[in-house]
């Protein structure tokens, strides 16, 4: 079992950044990705952002040039660091492992973007 723990989601206006940690414990040893996905109302679960062990990463279109995916191996915790936030990236964003062929997914954080 892999247990993800969330931080660093909240209010921001239109044009901020925000940081997200997720932090990952129990059975870390092999996993193959570590990435995040987000929920908004009415809409389907989307990828934002992934990174391989390997170190490849992988962005949805909508964020690129915006958001950084980064991941420090000691603290088994990837980060997804957002930049120039815009009202459509609020949602529900949440962490997801994938080791071996099982997916673990984090509990959420709201991430609201104002104007």
């Not at 390997?54 to 690129?64: D, P």
Request: charged residues 15%; hydrophobic residues 35%; proline residues 1%.
């Amino acid at each position: 079992q892999v247990q993800l723990v969330e931080s660093g989601g909240g209010l921001v206006q239109a044009g901020g950044s925000l940081r997200l940690s997720c932090a990952a414990s129990g059975s870390i040893s092999s996993i193959n990705t570590m990435g995040w996905y987000r929920q908004a109302p009415g809409k389907q679960r989307e990828l934002v952002a992934s990174l391989t062990s390997g170190g490849t990463s992988n962005y949805a279109e909508s964020v690129k040039g915006r958001f950084t995916i980064s991941r420090d191996s000691a603290k088994n915790t990837v980060y997804l660091q957002m930049n120039s936030l815009k009202l459509e990236d609020t949602a529900v964003y949440y962490c997801h492992v994938l080791r071996g062929w099982v997916d673990y997914w984090g509990q959420g954080t709201q991430v609201t973007v104002s104007s």
